[in-house]
C-alpha cells in the first residue's frame, strides 16, 4: 500500500483545488438600472464605478484601461453610423465591424482591469444579435454574451426602452473576471455609463485552505505515531 507523505498530499490537494477553480462557474446576466435625465440609466449597484465617457474620453491607466478607443465616443444620432441610446443625450461609446468606414469601425474593444471584479455593468443601446462581449479572467474565456443573450433575458421590473437596457453582468460564486471585449460583426454597438465593482476576496483563499491542509495531515501523522508507541 503506498503511503500518502505530506507533500504528495500537499501537491494533490493544490491540483484539486485549481481543478475546482478553473471548473467554478462563470457570469450571470440581469436587466436593472437607475434612469438618469438626460444620462439614460445607469448602474444601481451600490460600490460600483461609473465610466460615462461625458469627458470625450476613455481611462487608459488606473483600476480600468481602454485599449484600441481612437474615434468611438461620439454624441447624437448619425444615419447609418450610429444611434444615441435611448434617453441619453451626452456622450457615448460606438463601435462597428472592422472596415465598416464609420465612427469606432475597429471590430473590437478591449477592457483590462488592474484587480478582479465580481461585476460590470453597461447601458446597452439598441441591442443587436451582432453585438457580443467576451468575459475574461486571464486568459480563460469564461462567456460570450450576445445582444441575442440580451433580448433573451427576462426583463424582470424593467420599465425602460425594450430594445436599449441596462445589463449586469454578475460573477458567480467564487468566480472573477478581469477583462472584457467588446465586439461587434455590425454597425453600431453602441453603450454608455460602463460600471464595475472590485471582487471581494474570499475569507478562505487557495493559499489559506493549503496551509489548513498542511497542518491537519501533520496532526493527523503525530496522533498516529503515538499510537504506534502505546
Given at each position: 500500500?503506498?503511503?500518502?507523505?505530506?507533500?504528495?498530499?500537499?501537491?494533490?490537494?493544490?491540483?484539486?483545488?485549481?481543478?475546482?477553480?478553473?471548473?467554478?462557474?462563470?457570469?450571470?446576466?440581469?436587466?436593472?438600472?437607475?434612469?438618469?435625465?438626460?444620462?439614460?440609466?445607469?448602474?444601481?449597484?451600490?460600490?460600483?464605478?461609473?465610466?460615462?465617457?461625458?469627458?470625450?474620453?476613455?481611462?487608459?491607466?488606473?483600476?480600468?484601461?481602454?485599449?484600441?478607443?481612437?474615434?468611438?465616443?461620439?454624441?447624437?444620432?448619425?444615419?447609418?453610423?450610429?444611434?444615441?441610446?435611448?434617453?441619453?443625450?451626452?456622450?457615448?461609446?460606438?463601435?462597428?465591424?472592422?472596415?465598416?468606414?464609420?465612427?469606432?469601425?475597429?471590430?473590437?474593444?478591449?477592457?483590462?482591469?488592474?484587480?478582479?471584479?465580481?461585476?460590470?455593468?453597461?447601458?446597452?443601446?439598441?441591442?443587436?444579435?451582432?453585438?457580443?462581449?467576451?468575459?475574461?479572467?486571464?486568459?480563460?474565456?469564461?462567456?460570450?454574451?450576445?445582444?441575442?443573450?440580451?433580448?433573451?433575458?427576462?426583463?424582470?421590473?424593467?420599465?425602460?426602452?425594450?430594445?436599449?437596457?441596462?445589463?449586469?453582468?454578475?460573477?458567480?460564486?467564487?468566480?472573477?473576471?478581469?477583462?472584457?471585449?467588446?465586439?461587434?460583426?455590425?454597425?453600431?454597438?453602441?453603450?454608455?455609463?460602463?460600471?464595475?465593482?472590485?471582487?471581494?476576496?474570499?475569507?478562505?483563499t487557495v493559499g489559506g485552505?493549503?496551509?489548513?491542509?498542511?497542518?491537519?495531515?501533520?496532526?493527523r501523522r503525530k496522533q498516529?505515531?503515538?499510537?504506534?508507541?502505546?
Amino acid at each position: 500500500m503506498k503511503t500518502l507523505t505530506l507533500g504528495s498530499a500537499f501537491v494533490a490537494s493544490a491540483a484539486l483545488l485549481a481543478v475546482s477553480a478553473s471548473t467554478a462557474g462563470a457570469v450571470s446576466i440581469s436587466i436593472g438600472g437607475t434612469s438618469v435625465a438626460g444620462e439614460g440609466y445607469k448602474s444601481n449597484v451600490a460600490g460600483a464605478t461609473t465610466i460615462d465617457f461625458n469627458s470625450g474620453a476613455a481611462p487608459t491607466s488606473g483600476m480600468v484601461s481602454y485599449s484600441g478607443v481612437t474615434n468611438h465616443i461620439v454624441q447624437g444620432n448619425r444615419g447609418g453610423h450610429h444611434a444615441t441610446p435611448a434617453g441619453d443625450t451626452t456622450k457615448y461609446l460606438t463601435l462597428s465591424r472592422a472596415g465598416a468606414g464609420v465612427a469606432g469601425s475597429t471590430g473590437a474593444l478591449t477592457l483590462d482591469f488592474a484587480k478582479a471584479l465580481d461585476y460590470f455593468g453597461l447601458y446597452w443601446g439598441s441591442v443587436d444579435a451582432y453585438n457580443y462581449l467576451d468575459i475574461f479572467k486571464g486568459n480563460t474565456l469564461l462567456r460570450t454574451i450576445s445582444g441575442s443573450d440580451v433580448s433573451a433575458t427576462p426583463n424582470g421590473g424593467w420599465t425602460g426602452s425594450a430594445t436599449n437596457k441596462f445589463v449586469n453582468l454578475y460573477a458567480d460564486a467564487g468566480e472573477s473576471f478581469d477583462r472584457v471585449v467588446m465586439r461587434s460583426t455590425g454597425v453600431a454597438f453602441e453603450t454608455d455609463n460602463h460600471a464595475f465593482k472590485q471582487a471581494v476576496p474570499e475569507p478562505f483563499t487557495v493559499g489559506g485552505s493549503l496551509v489548513g491542509l498542511a497542518m491537519g495531515w501533520k496532526m493527523r501523522r503525530k496522533q498516529q505515531a503515538k499510537k504506534a508507541e502505546a
